[in-house]
């Protein structure tokens, strides 16, 4: 199906490991972005990609690592979590007429 | 320092009748402006946007109104539905760049 999926839903990992959510998206837009949702903070940006190859830091970068080595897919890896990254996380892609869409988020727990 | 701003975490109205969600904005490059909605356990959803050459949108219920020179624009819904209850998110982009720079949300219940 069309859209932009985010995989897992749901995830429980424990601090100091690493983890990777899943970004995938079928349209084939230029701009993909993580967002953390935190209670209090909105949406905060932590990393974006303007094309394939080519990826920028956002609001809250430390912690995190991205890559885009093709166009649809936008990993995002927690290199050694920790419990203050405990959030909802959400993927977009974007164009700049049609604006962003949202995956459905996936819910991470660090223990 | 923070560029888009919605300065009312919450608002709470009556089914019927109007709510009036407000964004300002303190970059004078932003020449787009898009609403977003979000219910819960969901990603946020587009709704409306307008460009900097209008001052006004309209679509359906949702008018979304720009002010340049005050740099504020507001979304108004009417009539208020209790499916209206989201966080509405006002977000900015300048030049042709697809990032934007969103707000930190409204909360709106409207009760029936």
């Known amino acids: 199906d069309a859209g932009i999926t985010q995989s897992p839903r749901y995830k429980i990992t424990e601090t100091g490991r690493q983890v990777t959510l899943m970004c995938h998206q079928t349209?084939?837009?230029?701009?993909m972005f993580w967002y953390r949702q935190d209670l209090g903070h909105g949406l905060r940006l932590i990393y974006y990609s303007a094309a394939a190859d080519i990826t920028d830091k956002g609001e809250v970068p430390d912690g995190y690592v991205v890559s885009r080595s093709k166009t649809e897919n936008f990993p995002l890896t927690l290199e050694s979590a920790t419990r203050s990254q405990t959030s909802v996380y959400f993927c977009?892609?974007?164009?700049?007429?049609?604006?962003?869409?949202f995956g459905s988020g996936t819910r991470l727990t660090v223990v | 320092d923070q560029q888009v701003k919605q300065n009312s975490p919450s608002l709470s109205v009556q089914e019927g009748r109007i709510s009036i969600l407000n964004c300002d904005y303190t970059n004078s490059m932003f020449d787009y402006f898009l609403w977003y909605k979000k219910y819960p356990a969901e990603g946020p959803t587009f709704l409306i946007s307008i460009s900097s050459i209008k001052d006004k949108n309209e679509d359906g219920r949702f008018t979304v109104f720009l002010n340049k020179s005050a740099k504020h624009l507001s979304l108004h819904i009417v009539p208020s539905q209790p499916g209206d209850s989201a966080v509405y998110f006002c977000a900015a982009s300048a030049g042709n760049a697809g990032k934007s720079t969103f707000g930190d949300g409204t909360t709106l219940t409207v009760k029936p």
């Open positions: 349209w084939s837009h230029s701009y």
């Open positions: 977009a892609s974007a164009t700049r007429l049609a604006g962003y869409t």
